[in-house]
């Protein structure tokens, strides 16, 4: 995974609390089998508006999303995420973000970064007042800045490190494959298994 | 200091404890694996050249993209049949069994598991699937991942995850029994109506309490399931004598001295009297009537007998927005009761009702009667199993005669990835588990409902409970 550690980019302000991973990407895109490409199904039926924050210049070149509480609820489709990506988004700021949304950002390179909901208020008057604002979010300092505007974010601080080196869970992970092996020798043996030892 | 249940399951399942702001790396019991979020886990593998560590704790089935009817025709849409077919390659190559469409066994992942015997307490059960929360009725730590999870715990059969915080949600009520035409979904919908659909965030919920001890295994999967529409990633009901006369002689169950040996151990598995919860709600339960949901997520329900909320009246701005947007889209007029919506169509079906007693429930209600005119109404069985119990019983005849569809098992019109959708603007009374914005087809409109609600507005045609029919 590539490191990130900081990004500036035109701020989009997304009004809209409890935005679900349908309408993130609603599940007739989910059918594909590669990883890429899914920049077409992002917010696609909101993006039939025309008056849809994403088909306003400049917001349409826009890399960092304000959205409104509970970002990422719902299905656990880490399409979500890609479509997010693959559009162009390098950070999402909210004030809640929804656990496996969130967890599935970390994966993939995406930032979540966390701040209260005062700060996104003025970060959205900011963007709507001056569109093609550009924001920064530094990692490494856990801030965000935007004209006169600057803040904290919350992040996880294992996803923290792990997105400034830029490492991937599996092989970090499997560093450790001696203490999977030592469990794995303690588990019951009544424990099921799914291979199919009677008929059905 | 006594453990809850939850980190109880937690405790047993530490492969190794995290240092610092490290996660822990916790053992996976059973991974269960459709065909929507594995094909990028399965290439991944690949790519590393990475072996899948335990197919014999792996099981694959189809179900959200396979048609409901006419399967045994190859699926008509070329990129739903390219998904499905790509399952089958990857399993056969990594050995994964697989119970695909027409296998007996073939049905939704979260209702083929626990009826296989493969889910028991205690155990830590995952999918690439929000609503595998439904296996935590069992007193299991279950939970829905991403597909860099997916592919994670096909390469270690670990997950590192931060430890979850605690609530109990106790639900209680004079004598321990819901009032008549109260069923467990409107329970877990009051839940979410209650304590919001951000309410759960980071938290596994325990649901305790003498109604949730009186309800059936069934019951129980369909409060578990849609812990996650709270925010909770998990939610638990510590095993009892009904986990185990459910899971006693199915197939995966422990048989002989380790069916002795495992209830032992079940029994440890509840919250010590001595143990804390980080949050704990009350839900009163004899007040609780049928519940719908009015809006555009789980958390905007009402009583049955309640009217359109009025987003005027709704003093938070971001809550008003919200509510109006979602009037807007779901066609709603605030102060119009809830009773007097009519829908074109009704769905029984789904990994949160798509089970037998869902299905009797349903056939209860609709026997004798008739679908109301312009009504149309699916009634979708979870699984193969449950589809042949119920044609067994003769429930496949009452829905037919009364009008209604009877179909093969499958998440139909759950979600809008195979051909059971509704159409733009169209409006259902739905037993599945979401009411986004086009999530049972692009422009539709969802009312949450329990089968019971479900089977009596099939009758009636605008949302109803069976005591309003004659």
Known sequence: ???????????????????????????????????????????????????????????????????GQDFGTGSSREHAVWALKDYGFRVVISSRFADIFRGNSGKGGLLTAQCSQDDVELLWKLLENEPGTEVTVDLTEKAISAKDLSMRFEVDEYVRWRLLEGLDDIGLTLRNEGDIDRFEATRPARLPRTVITTSG | MGRTLAEKVWDEHLVRRGQGAEPDLIYIDLHLVHEVTSPQAFDGLRL?????????????????????????????????????????????????????????????VHIIGPQLGLTQPGMTVVCGDSHTSTHGAFGAMAFGIGTSEVEHVMATQTLPLKRFKTMAININSADGT??????????????????????????????????????????????????????????????????????????????????????????????????????????????????????????????????????????????????????????????????????????????????????????????????????????????????????????NEVFTQAGAEWRSAGCSMCLGMNPDQLAPGERSASTSNRNFEGRQGKGGRTHLVSPLVAAATAVRGTLSSPEDLD
């Open chain 2, 178 to 395: 819901l009032r008549p035409g109260v069923t467990s979904k409107d329970v877990v919908l009051a839940v979410i109506a209650k304590i919001g659909t951000g309410g759960g965030q980071g938290y596994v919920l325990e649901y305790r309490g003498n109604v949730i001890e009186n309800l059936s295994m069934e019951a129980r999967m369909t409060v578990c399931n849609m812990s996650i529409e709270a925010g909770a990633r998990a939610g638990m009901i510590a095993p009892d004598a009904i986990t185990y006369e459910y899971l006693n002689g199915r197939d995966h169950a422990p048989k002989g001295a380790e069916w002795d040996e495992a209830v032992a151990a079940w029994e440890q598995l509840r919250t010590d009297d001595d143990a804390t919860f980080d949050a704990e709600v009350d839900v009163d339960a004899d007040t609780l009537t049928p519940f719908v949901t009015w809006g555009t997520n789980p958390g905007q329900g009402l009583p049955l007998s309640a009217r359109v909320p009025d987003p005027r009246e709704i003093a938070d701005e971001n809550e008003r927005v919200a509510a109006e947007k979602a009037l807007t889209y779901m066609g709603l007029t605030a102060g119009t009761p809830l009773r007097e919506v009519p829908v074109d169509t009704v769905f029984v079906g789904s990994c949160t009702n798509g089970r037998i007693e869902d299905l009797r429930a349903a056939a209860a209600v609709i026997k004798g009667r008739k679908v109301a005119e312009g009504v149309r109404m699916l009634v979708v069985p979870g699984s193969m199993r449950v589809r042949f119990q119920a044609e067994k019983e003769g429930l």
């Open chain 2, 48 to 108: 590393a050249g990475r072996p899948l560590r335990r197919p014999d704790l792996t099981v694959a089935t189809e179900d959200h993209n396979v048609p409901t009817k006419d399967v045994d025709l190859p699926i008509a849409d070329p990129v739903s049949r390219t998904q499905v077919e790509t399952l089958r390659r990857n399993c056969a190559e990594f050995g994964v069994p697989l119970y695909s469409m027409n296998h007996a066994e073939q049905g939704i």
């Open chain 1, 1 to 67: 995974m590539e490191p990130f550690t900081t990004h500036t980019g035109i701020g989009v302000p997304l009004r809209r609390s409890n935005v679900d991973t349908d309408q993130i990407i609603p599940a007739v895109y989910l059918k594909r089998v590669t990883r890429t490409g899914f920049e077409d199904g992002l917010f696609s039926a909101w993006r039939q508006d025309e008056n849809f924050i994403l088909n306003i210049e400049p917001f349409s070149r826009g890399s960092v999303l304000v959205a």
